[in-house]
């Protein structure tokens, strides 16, 4: 029941419709995937402003998530307390709450929306998941492993760089990977930042008032099969990098 939507999506990249409207089965055809970027030049542009967003909010959210991660796990401030209490508030609040009062901030500001404006919305929701996602796995880190390292003769920058990070490096991958999903879908708060800019999901929104056509559905198979593919590859080289029994032996 879970997978049965994707089924759908997928096979309806193939309808053959005739009309507007691509809800019923009408035919086998290839055109939609051979035409993909030439029937809709806005789709294609607003393809392109989603994987721009969604590239940047990861990068700078995954980076400033994974060091709070680490400051609030590893150290005593100052402050310490309410800066978890905030971490946690992007994601109990509402969508529409959060896309208002940034609306709000904007228009106050005097700041135009455009492509920065959802860049910096979504770089703010996505924080939160990331330090959620490397607090995880930062919470079973043996620091006996750091500690091991200095007492041989490293500092601080070369015992993060070859003992911390790559410990740590999965639950930030997992962080990145769920902030770019989050960043790519995102309609709610990306509405209320949006000004005249069109992202992907928005696209959508406005293509399925007068009839959803296939090359959404071809894109959104394309997406999908993409993360499969990116998720099947980390898992093999997961398992290539774990020492099997004979090595342990």
């Known amino acids: 029941f879970?997978?049965?939507?994707?089924?759908?999506?997928?096979?309806?990249?193939?309808?053959?419709?005739?009309?507007?409207?691509n809800f019923t089965w009408q035919g086998?055809?290839?055109?939609?995937?051979?035409?993909?970027?030439?029937?809709?030049?806005?789709l294609n542009?607003?393809?392109?402003?989603?994987?721009?967003?969604?590239?940047?909010?990861?990068?700078?959210?995954?980076?400033?998530?994974?060091?709070?991660?680490?400051?609030?796990?590893?150290?005593?401030?100052?402050?310490?307390?309410?800066?978890?209490?905030?971490?946690?508030?992007?994601?109990?609040?509402?969508?529409?709450?959060?896309?208002?009062?940034?609306?709000?901030?904007?228009?106050?500001?005097?700041?135009a929306r455009d492509l920065t404006t959802i860049t910096i919305a979504h770089i703010m929701f996505n924080i939160s998941f990331v330090v959620v996602?490397?607090?995880?796995?930062i919470a079973g880190f043996d620091r006996a492993l750091e500690e091991a390292a200095m007492d041989l003769g490293a500092d601080e920058l070369t015992t993060f760089r070859k003992i911390t990070f790559p410990l740590i490096f999965p639950g930030i991958l997992a962080a990145a990977l769920l902030a770019f999903a989050l960043s790519i879908d995102d309609f709610v708060i990306t509405?209320?930042?949006?000004?005249?800019t069109i992202t992907f999901p928005l696209w959508v929104y406005?293509?399925?008032?007068?009839g959803v056509p296939p090359q959404v559905n071809v894109m959104g198979t394309l997406i999908f099969l993409i993360a499969l593919v990116g998720i099947g590859l980390w898992i093999l080289l997961q398992r290539r990098s774990l020492p099997s029994t004979r090595e342990v032996l």
Not at 133 to 137: D, G, I, M
Not at 191 to 196: H, N, V, Y
């Open 28 to 42: 086998f055809t290839l055109e939609h995937w051979q035409n993909l970027f030439n029937r809709y030049p806005a």
């Open 191 to 196: 509405q209320f930042t949006a000004g005249q």
């Open 45 to 111: 542009e607003s393809l392109i402003n989603s994987l721009t967003v969604a590239a940047i909010s990861t990068l700078v959210a995954t980076t400033l998530g994974t060091l709070i991660g680490l400051a609030l796990t590893r150290y005593e401030f100052r402050g310490r307390g309410p800066l978890n209490l905030l971490i946690f508030l992007p994601i109990a609040t509402p969508e529409i709450v959060l896309g208002a009062a940034l609306l709000a901030l904007f228009i106050s500001a005097g700041v």
């Open 2 to 21: 879970l997978f049965l939507p994707i089924l759908v999506m997928a096979v309806f990249g193939f309808n053959d419709i005739q009309g507007r409207f």
């Open 133 to 137: 996602t490397v607090r995880a796995r």
């Open 206 to 210: 406005g293509a399925s008032r007068i």
